[in-house]
């Protein structure tokens, strides 16, 4: 079967919507209660500061990201959850139809989580200090040289869609500057301390293809606060 074929079943899967009903043995519809992993009652987060606060970044451009992006990747999740909990019941199902929901799954999933870190990591004043500040000087000199790097990666990714990740690597024990293509790209056993969208939703009502600029405004509102709780753990 055709990889456009696959994405059409795909798409007849997902347009099913949400709901679930199984058959008990007397042939009644009843509803069933599904598996934890598969409830899809994911519910979206507040915004965590004011949106009419940010310095080069508006209100406008804060409150679509966060209503049409962030929320409808939550929506399309549970979604997606809820439909995978239908499809284990199907079995003659083939492999690859439910490989794609799980590829979907892994994507919805990177998404709401890559948002719900980069929404907690705005709103402050952009001058940083405390722990994270200490790591950083210790893994990249300064926090200059950081800068420069974290920037230069972010600025790569214009023009297309990704994230620019600051994260400590359980792993190696060790901080970098991550480069995503998208919400599935992420280093092994890395937790995330500060998190930048770079998809052009995330800029381009404000700046349109200067994404250069969107990343200057946004290292001007970063909540070090913030990433200093996430980087308690690995001081």
Not at 76 to 90: S, Y
Not at 131 to 158: D, H, P, R, V
């Given at each position: 079967?055709?990889?456009?074929?696959?994405?059409?079943?795909?798409?007849?899967?997902?347009?099913?919507?949400?709901?679930?009903?199984?058959?008990?043995?007397?042939?009644?519809?009843?509803?069933?209660?599904?598996?934890?992993?598969?409830?899809?009652?994911?519910?979206?987060?507040?915004?965590?500061?004011?949106?009419?606060?940010?310095?080069?970044?508006?209100?406008?451009?804060?409150?679509?990201?966060?209503?049409?992006?962030?929320?409808?990747?939550?929506?399309?999740?549970?979604?997606?959850?809820?439909?995978?909990?239908?499809?284990?019941?199907?079995?003659?199902?083939?492999?690859?139809?439910?490989?794609?929901?799980?590829?979907?799954?892994?994507?919805?999933?990177?998404?709401?989580?890559?948002?719900?870190?980069?929404?907690?990591?705005?709103?402050?004043?952009?001058?940083?200090?405390?722990?994270?500040?200490?790591?950083?000087?210790?893994?990249?000199?300064?926090?200059?040289?950081?800068?420069?790097e974290f920037k230069k990666t972010a600025n790569a990714?214009?023009?297309?869609?990704?994230?620019?990740?600051?994260?400590?690597?359980?792993?190696?024990?060790?901080?970098?500057?991550?480069w995503a293509s998208d919400h599935a790209h992420n280093?092994?056993?890395?937790?995330?301390?500060l998190v930048l969208d770079m998809y052009e939703h995330?800029?381009?009502?404000?700046?349109?293809?200067?994404?250069?600029?969107?990343?200057?405004?946004?290292?001007?509102?970063?909540?070090?606060?913030?990433?200093?709780?996430?980087?308690?753990?690995?001081?």
């Amino acid at each position: 079967m055709s990889e456009i074929t696959r994405r059409e079943a795909l798409g007849g899967i997902l347009a099913t919507g949400a709901g679930i009903l199984a058959l008990n043995e007397t042939g009644n519809a009843q509803t069933e209660t599904a598996a934890k992993a598969f409830a899809g009652t994911h519910q979206p987060k507040s915004l965590p500061f004011d949106p009419t606060k940010l310095r080069g970044i508006s209100e406008k451009l804060i409150r679509s990201h966060w209503e049409n992006n962030y929320t409808g990747s939550v929506k399309a999740l549970n979604a997606v959850e809820q439909r995978l909990a239908a499809m284990l019941k199907e079995k003659d199902l083939p492999a690859y139809m439910y490989g794609e929901l799980k590829r979907e799954e892994l994507i919805r999933t990177g998404s709401v989580v890559l948002h719900e870190q980069y929404f907690a990591n705005l709103g402050g004043s952009g001058k940083a200090d405390g722990t994270a500040l200490k790591m950083i000087g210790q893994w990249f000199g300064s926090y200059e040289k950081w800068e420069a790097e974290f920037k230069k990666t972010a600025n790569a990714l214009s023009g297309g869609s990704g994230w620019t990740i600051l994260a400590y690597n359980m792993h190696t024990k060790e901080l970098h500057n991550y480069w995503a293509s998208d919400h599935a790209h992420n280093a092994p056993f890395s937790v995330p301390l500060l998190v930048l969208d770079m998809y052009e939703h995330s800029y381009q009502m404000d700046y349109g293809a200067a994404a250069a600029k969107y990343v200057d405004a946004f290292m001007q509102n970063v909540n070090w606060d913030e990433v200093n709780r996430r980087a308690e753990n690995f001081k």
